[in-house]
């Protein structure tokens, strides 16, 4: 199978099972998705959505976290990944926002990278969850099933690669939801550690169970 065909196989079926579908992060504004995009870094989802209603019930916008202390932080978001961390990113970024912005957050890709603790993953996430933009944002999940389903070749050894490959074969309308079934499909069924190869509807696809295959 060529790769463009196993995009369009690959692409079908993911917008007839999932036509509609977003991040589970949950947030009330593009500051707050970006908060909990930045927290959610090596973190799970679900935890994100257990601290973020607390800190968000206090700091829900740039102006009032960017008037706390990293250490005012903690009482909400110590159960993450590199609390400490995060807390001094979350307060410098909201403190450059107010500064450089107004306390909105910019929809521009070097303006979202100039801002503490923000990756280009990060700013892929919020182009295209808060403002539409066909980005795609390569984490660990979109990474690992992009090479398994034989999406991109083995020499996209990095994020950024795997992100380039990836938006030269997908339609740009289709980039944004994407990045979502990428994602949702290595969360829960080509998990890491033990895929669910027996309940995966790609696997007729998978490179990994069909002989010969050079992908």
Not at 71 to 98: C, F, Q, T, W
Not at 151 to 174: C, G, Q, W
Request: aromatic share 6%.
């Amino acid at each position: 199978m060529k790769r463009e065909e196993r995009y369009k196989a690959v692409l079908d079926y993911f917008e007839r099972q999932m036509p509609e579908v977003s991040t589970e992060l949950e947030f009330g504004s593009v500051f707050q998705l970006l908060v909990a995009t930045i927290l959610s870094a090596q973190c799970t989802d679900k935890r994100i959505n257990q601290v973020t209603p607390g800190l968000f019930s206090h700091l829900p916008d740039a102006r009032s976290m960017a008037q706390v202390e990293p250490d005012d932080l903690l009482e909400y978001i110590g159960s993450v990944s590199y609390p400490n961390a995060k807390a001094r990113h979350l307060v410098a970024m909201a403190r450059a926002l107010v500064e450089r912005h107004g306390g909105e957050v910019p929809a521009d890709m070097n303006q979202l990278l100039d801002l503490p603790g923000v990756g280009r993953k990060t700013a892929n996430v919020v182009r295209a969850v808060a403002f539409g933009q066909s980005t795609m944002a390569v984490d660990t999940h979109v990474y690992r099933v992009s090479h398994r389903l034989g999406l991109v070749p083995s020499s996209d050894n990095t994020p950024l690669k795997v992100e380039r490959t990836l938006m030269k074969h997908i339609p740009a309308p289709l980039v944004p939801r994407a990045h979502h079934w990428l994602l949702l499909h290595g969360r829960y069924v080509c998990t890491s550690q033990r895929p669910k190869c027996g309940k995966c509807n790609l696997s007729a696809l998978c490179p990994r169970l069909l002989e010969g295959s050079r992908l």
